[in-house]
């Protein structure tokens, strides 16, 4: 079988049949990634393939150093041609890792290059990209339009003046940009410098003063209103693990305070007063019908000397081992009890967890909203053909996959589109495999009412209702 061509991935002529009859027409809904919504509003041309695709790729920037490149030549002083052709000479070494699939997949999608990328076809490709991308619709909105992009979901925080949010609502643009909510940073309470400067940041960006708790939470709620207004349905939230203890809003002031007066929290404190902020923006989210969505599990910055040399985000984390279940099930079940739970997406980053994951929603649904409470597409270290394939399996025997929500790239690339293709293939030939082997009916009724809509809601419908984006 040729390489990643049409028939990549599809091993049925059924999987073929849905893939290319229905998956791939379908619009794509990217409710959650890390694109700049500036890059967005100013329609951002790049200069060239490593502004593009490799500057801000954590993925790739691992992939370098479990090869032995230096970091000069990854996220150091080198040039930008220097750091492709480190990237260029890697690639062949990241053969079987999702890498080396989304590599070439992003060439041919977007340049028509069909080279494989080495140190040999480094130049030739560096040139025909680069020629492409100064002159072809290859910037931010014409790469949107041509992946069909309906929706684009960045990541906001709360302290953020939504300026270019604001100008893409006056902006011709066919894709719609929504922010989504991302309150991590009033919970480091325990780095009082930090949770300081942030703190005056949020007064800015609301006109509230938010060094005590009532003044914080009259912020916080300030641009939750603020977001709303320029599309906003969801909110984010990064952690280790939801903690299973909470505390009074008394002691939840206390703590704030000191750390405004710049005393750190105990590791304590943190687990209480983070439970305690995530409760409350819960209920927020529940008042507006917004989607809460929970990256459940990395550990971060575990090598302090990466950490101190590169900072974070910078593709030194790792899969974590906290314990799940109990916060899970406090956060869930206090909300349930006082009927405040809002729409729910969890992400899990530790396979082993996701049993866990898959049965948690259906513990939770209340008969109100179809998959009201989700588990996520596999993401970050779960997000390769394994992972979403686990990740789909386990949904179906646990839950209800004709109500998911589908693929989040969490992307930080406008070229990583294809991995909705690549999404979307496996889910196709998961189920093209049922009909060959009579798990489901082949039949051409059970195709149009059963099959077709399955295929078109996970790929883009059920994302459609379940968030109730504004339109373009
Ligand atoms: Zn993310």
Known sequence: MPFCDDSFLLSSPAAADLYHGVAARQPI????????????????????????????????????????????????????REKFQAWA????????????????????RHFGIDD????????????????????????????????????????DDPADSLQWHEALLRAP???RVVPTFRPDACLKVHQPDRVQAWAQRLADSSGRAADTLPGLMAAIEKRHDDFAAVGCRASDHGLASLPSTSCTAAEAATI??????????TAAEVEQFTLWIMLHVARLNHDKGW????????????????????????????????????????????????NTLPRTILYNINPADNALFAAMPGSFQDGTIPGKIQWGSGWWFMDQERGMRDQLNMLSDL?????FVGMVTDSRSFLSYPRHEYFRRILCDLVG?????????????????????????????????YFNFPAA
């Open 89 to 108: 000479e890697t690639v062949p070494d990241t053969l079987r890792n999702p890498l080396f699939h989304w590599t070439h997949l992003e060439l041919r």
């Open 256 to 265: 704030w305070q000191r750390a405004m007066t710049g005393t750190p929290a």
């Open 29 to 80: 809904i990217d409710f959650h990634c890390h694109l700049s919504p500036r890059d967005i509003a100013e329609d951002r041309r790049f200069d060239n393939l490593h502004s593009v695709w490799l500057d801000g790729d954590h993925y790739k920037w691992r992939a370098l150093r479990a090869n032995g490149v230096a970091e000069q030549r990854i996220t150091g002083s080198a040039t930008p």
């Open 291 to 338: 989607a809460m969505q929970m990256h459940l599990g990395p550990f971060r910055d575990p090598n302090p000397r990466l950490a101190q040399t590169l900072g974070s985000d910078a593709g030194c984390d790792t899969i974590g081992d906290t314990l799940q279940g109990p916060g899970l099930v406090r956060f869930l079940g206090t909300l349930a009890a006082e």
């Open 116 to 155: 494989l990328l080495d140190g040999t076809t480094a130049q030739r490709v560096w040139d025909e990209a680069n020629r492409q991308l100064a002159t072809a619709d290859l910037t931010t909105r014409g790469i949107l339009r041509r992946w069909n992009v309906e929706v684009v979901g960045t990541t």
């Open 433 to 465: 495999a049922d009909v060959a082997s009579g798990r489901l009916p082949d039949h051409p009724d059970f195709r149009r009412d059963r099959l077709v809509p399955l295929i078109e809601n996970i790929c883009s419908g059920n994302a459609r209702g």
């Open 173 to 175: 643009c066919s894709t």
């Open 399 to 403: 839950g209800l996959l004709s109500r």
